[in-house]
């Protein structure tokens, strides 16, 4: 399948949910649902989960690539490969919610790469655009 199919596939899954259940702790649920590349490898789907995150200008998509992320934080490897592609999505955000959001996956992989996430966040603090 190609990234289009994927996001078309987590967005028709959203829609359904939406018109059902608008809130947040339904959505979580829905976000454990397999989706067709729920077997792929944690690259592979985080890989999937990028592309949502950038592409859309949609919350709750991107509340469901955070949710993705979310129950991988207690794999070291994991959050190791996630930092090279999340610390690009604090670009996309421009909401306390998701801010907060990223913050707590971000404090883990510190934990775990203090060097590397450390000189990232001296960069993001001394950045004009808060």
Not at 80 to 104: H, N, S, T
Request: glycine fraction near 4%; aromatic fraction near 14%.
């Amino acid at each position: 399948m190609k990234q289009a199919d994927y996001q078309n596939e987590v967005r028709e899954v959203l829609a359904h949910v939406g018109a059902i259940h608008g809130n947040g702790p339904l959505h979580r649920l829905e976000s454990k649902r397999r989706y067709s590349f729920s077997g792929l490898l944690f690259t592979e789907q985080l890989a999937i989960w990028d592309q949502v995150w950038r592409s859309q200008d949609n919350f709750r998509m991107r509340l469901h690539a955070y949710f993705f992320l979310e129950r991988h934080m207690k794999n070291t490897a994991e959050l190791l490969e996630m930092w090279p592609v999340i610390m690009r999505w604090q670009e996309y955000v421009d909401d306390w919610g998701f801010c907060d959001a990223l913050a707590k996956i971000y404090t883990k992989i510190l934990a775990v790469a203090p060097e590397e996430v450390y000189s990232q966040l001296k960069k993001w603090n001394t950045d004009p655009n808060p």
